[in-house]
Each structure stands twice: as structure tokens, then as C-alpha cells.
């Protein structure tokens, strides 16, 4: 991470919202750049009637279970109103730099009966790799990535 130079903040969340009372997965990703997550979060769109925890991970292969790294947990209060947002700074934990094509997945523990929301996470996207790109290069993901990433060089017309 030496090289790299911070963009400004940037937010993307998970979808259309969704039911938080059961214990579905949500996913926020996968990125295209490496990404440092400091803020992951929940948006109630449908009033929440009991107090959730929510685990957060870093899937290092979306869609794959298996590979995801735990990051922690943080709690969704009851009586969350249309509009109400939970953010929470994760500056100091560790696991949240994302290698490109990896996530941020959030589960509940269910309970309840009433709740949907979007989830989001916040940070910076910054790129990494070989520059100028003169040839088609491979190269591993960093910080514990499954799979490669593919470099090629762009040929202007």
C-alpha cells in the first residue's frame, strides 16, 4: 500500500433493501480497486421491532462461502423508524482493506418480525499494481486475495 493515494470518500451499499429479521446475507461489492472500508452502516426503510446484531466479513470470494474473514459485530437498535441510519467507524479493526473483486457481507442473528433497510459501507478505493502497464501481467491479490488480478495494457485508437 505504499504507492497508493486516496480518493475521496466513497459509498456502496448493498441493493435494494431487504429483510433484516432473518439471517440472510448481505452483500456490499465486490469492488474493481482495492478499497479500505472505515465505516460500514444500515439505512431502516421499514421500522425495525427488536434490537438485532449484525456480523460483518470480508467474503474473499463473493457469492463463495467459506473463505469469509470475519471483521466484527455491531448492534441495530429496536424501534428504528423509516430514514433512521446506523453508521459505525471500523477505522481500527483489522481485515477491512479489500483486495479488488472482494466484499463486505453483513447477517443478523434474526429475531423479530419487522425490519428492511439497505447496508452500506464507506472508505476509500485506491488502485494498486504495476504503472505504467506495458503488457499483459498477472499478479496476486494482496493481503490474503483469492485469485489473480489480470492486468492488461489499453491501446488507444
Known amino acids: ?11 456502496i451499499s448493498s441493493g435494494a433493501p431487504a429483510n433484516v429479521h432473518d439471517t440472510t446475507v448481505h452483500q456490499c461489492g465486490p469492488t474493481g480497486n482495492s478499497f479500505k472500508v472505515t465505516q460500514v452502516g444500515f439505512i431502516c426503510t421499514v421500522a425495525n421491532n427488536s434490537a438485532l446484531v449484525v456480523t460483518v466479513k470480508r467474503a474473499r470470494t463473493p457469492t463463495v462461502t467459506g473463505n469469509d ?9 429496536d424501534a428504528m423508524t423509516p430514514g433512521d441510519v446506523t453508521r459505525v467507524s471500523i477505522n481500527t ?6 483486495a479488488p473483486g472482494e466484499a463486505v457481507t453483513f447477517v443478523t442473528d434474526g429475531g423479530g418480525s419487522a425490519g428492511t433497510g439497505t447496508f452500506f459501507i464507506a472508505g476509500y478505493e485506491y488502485a494498486e499494481g504495476p504503472n505504467p502497464i506495458v503488457s499483459f501481467t498477472t499478479e496476486d491479490k494482496p ?7 489480470e492486468y492488461a495494457a489499453f491501446t488507444e485508437s
Open 69 to 77: 474473514v470475519t471483521i466484527g459485530t455491531f448492534p441495530l437498535p
Open 93 to 98: 479493526a483489522g481485515d477491512t482493506d479489500l
Open 143 to 149: 493481503r490474503s486475495g483469492i485469485g489473480d488480478i
Open 1 to 11: 500500500m505504499a504507492d497508493q493515494s486516496y480518493s475521496s470518500l466513497g459509498t
